[in-house]
């Protein structure tokens, strides 16, 4: 007989969820001794006590609801029977008060990277051509399917061809303030390290973002690598030289070629551990993703602290329920402040659409178990670990700082994806609990599942089991140390995530709050 499993995070909850693969059937005993008076979903919650109506639901010692009607131990507690509490307010707020815990160094750990001239480290080769409107897209990637097949095997040192393509460029409101978001984002995207200071871009000619606005003389550093100025190579197709479709693509590809023949003369070095820029995420969540996959992923968060990198975690909606305890975490009231700012900012840009926080969650995230924003922002603020906040970033700005910083974005997977990649990210880490194909062509993604079910079935998607810490065979600092040293690996392109073995690569979404003409 199937033993019942059941996870409760904290010694006040009055809750739990179930483990078991497929849930539990009526009448199952959990090792309390309490029954179930009818069946509960894996990753669904269990009431452990009498909850009167009105009366805190209460998971991760956080009330994450109210009872709309008396709740029976041992019922089935989903968002159909919880009232959402409202959301914390932005005054009064914990300022800084637990930022000044450091964590201990960890040294002596390396892996192969490309060195930079601007000091940055890539973990891939990456030629990536930057593009400033979508009208050129379609002909742009039919050049890069021609450089591919026909140049790539040439350079052997040279991982990949990318374009950059987006959905900005014209038909937007471009001198609205918040049009600063989408062009920075693009702007900061091409300076990414995995791309190796090349930059290439793909103009059409008569868009409103015109090359020069988008990288600005003295933005990029084409010294890095030539050591003499030389002006951004940029490709219009509106130029009067090109006669014809092909003339464009030629001289795509000649362009092309130039650069490649400097991105093939690079070569790996040992770089130490702090070179790592890692943006954390999660997406299609369920209720095991704060308590598997997130937790090992905080702990390796903490682990990269104390080798000196830099971790970006983001997705405000899902982190502005737990506010206070970001506040509090902030290394210096200047950071606090910050954090408060770009809270308040996006709550204003959901106030101006007509929505709020209760916005996210999705059907999927519901089916897994999370029956609202506030259960679900309590396990996701976790992949953030427990060091103090160094530095805050607003959506589209490049990373300042090393140590933790809360890189402000929609908990959109693209639109993060997107922006964290602005930031510089140069490894992206992707826990799932319903599964999700994610990847990224700019940059390396490490998938995690929160259960082993999901690693079991898309055995060829996920490159880590986070599932084995709810099955009690392994715990999450041995998931965290795991997770950690397979980042080097892939880093170092020892190893390949499963995303980039299929070439699974998601678009990229910018952000733009500002208006569409």
């Not at 005993?29 to 009431?47: D, F, I």
């Not at 070629?257 to 299609?284: N, Y």
């Not at 906040?389 to 490049?398: D, F, M, Q, T, Y």
Request: aromatic letters at 6%.
């Amino acid at each position: 007989m199937q033993k019942s499993l059941h996870i409760t995070m904290h010694p006040g909850d009055n809750v739990a969820i179930v483990a078991n693969d497929g849930g539990l059937p009526e009448g199952a005993a959990l090792s309390t001794g309490l029954r179930l008076r009818e069946a509960v979903p894996q990753g669904h919650k269990v009431a452990l006590v009498d909850l009167p109506a009105g009366s805190p639901v209460v998971r991760y010692n956080v009330p994450i609801g109210h009872a709309l009607k008396d709740i029976p131990a041992g019922s089935w507690v989903h968002e159909r029977l919880l009232k959402m509490p409202d959301a914390r307010g932005l005054e009064n707020l914990p300022i800084a008060t637990a930022g000044g815990k450091a964590l201990p160094p960890l040294e002596g750990y390396t892996f192969e990277g490309y060195r930079n001239a601007n000091g940055s480290v890539g973990t891939r080769n990456i030629l990536a051509i930057t593009q400033t409107v979508q009208c050129v897209a379609g002909v742009t990637e039919f050049a890069v399917q021609r450089i591919k097949s026909e140049l790539l095997p040439r350079y052997p040192n040279v991982d990949d061809v990318v374009a950059l393509e987006h959905s900005y460029g014209c038909g937007v409101a471009i001198d609205a303030p918040d049009a600063v978001v989408p062009i920075r984002t693009l702007r900061n995207i091409s300076l990414n390290p995995n791309f190796g200071g090349e930059v290439m871009v793909v103009s059409l000619g008569c868009e409103k973002l015109q090359p020069e606005r988008l990288l600005p003389p003295g933005t990029i550093p084409i010294t890095d690598l030539r050591g003499e100025p030389e002006a951004l190579d940029v490709v219009c197709l509106q130029d009067d030289a090109h006669v014809g479709f092909m003339s464009m693509v030629e001289s795509i590809v000649r362009q092309a070629d130039q650069h490649l023949k400097r991105l093939d003369a690079r070569r790996r070095e040992t770089v130490p551990a702090s070179e790592l820029v890692v943006g954390v995420q999660c997406g299609g969540s369920d209720a095991f993703s704060g308590v598997t996959a997130n937790p090992a992923v905080g702990f390796c968060s903490d682990l990269l602290v104390r080798a000196g990198a830099s971790v970006m975690f983001s997705e405000t909606t899902e982190v502005r329920d737990g506010v206070a305890q970001l506040t509090a975490r902030a290394a210096t009231p200047e950071v606090a402040e910050a954090i408060i700012r770009e809270m308040a900012w996006y709550d204003a840009y959901l106030q101006r659409g007509s929505v709020d926080r209760s916005a996210n969650t999705s059907p999927g995230n519901k089916k897994g178990g999370l029956s609202n924003i506030v259960e679900k922002a309590m396990g996701s603020i976790v992949k953030s670990g427990s060091a103090p906040i160094s530095g805050v970033l607003a959506p589209g700005e490049k990373l300042k700082t090393r140590g933790l910083t809360y890189a402000a974005t929609p908990a959109s997977d693209f639109i993060c994806g997107t922006l964290q990649l602005a930031a510089g990210m140069n490894l992206h880490v992707f826990t799932t609990g319903r599964g999700t194909p994610y990847g990224l062509a700019e940059v390396p993604v490490i998938k995690v599942a929160t259960r082993s079910d999901l690693a079991r079935r898309w055995h060829d998607l996920m490159d880590v089991n986070a599932g084995t810490i709810a099955e009690g065979t392994a715990t999450i600092e041995e998931v965290g140390w795991q997770l950690f040293r397979l980042m080097l690996d892939v880093a170092s392109g020892k190893k390949k995530t499963w995303a980039e073995h299929w070439k699974l690569h998601n678009a990229l979404v910018l952000f733009n709050p500002a208006p569409v003409t």
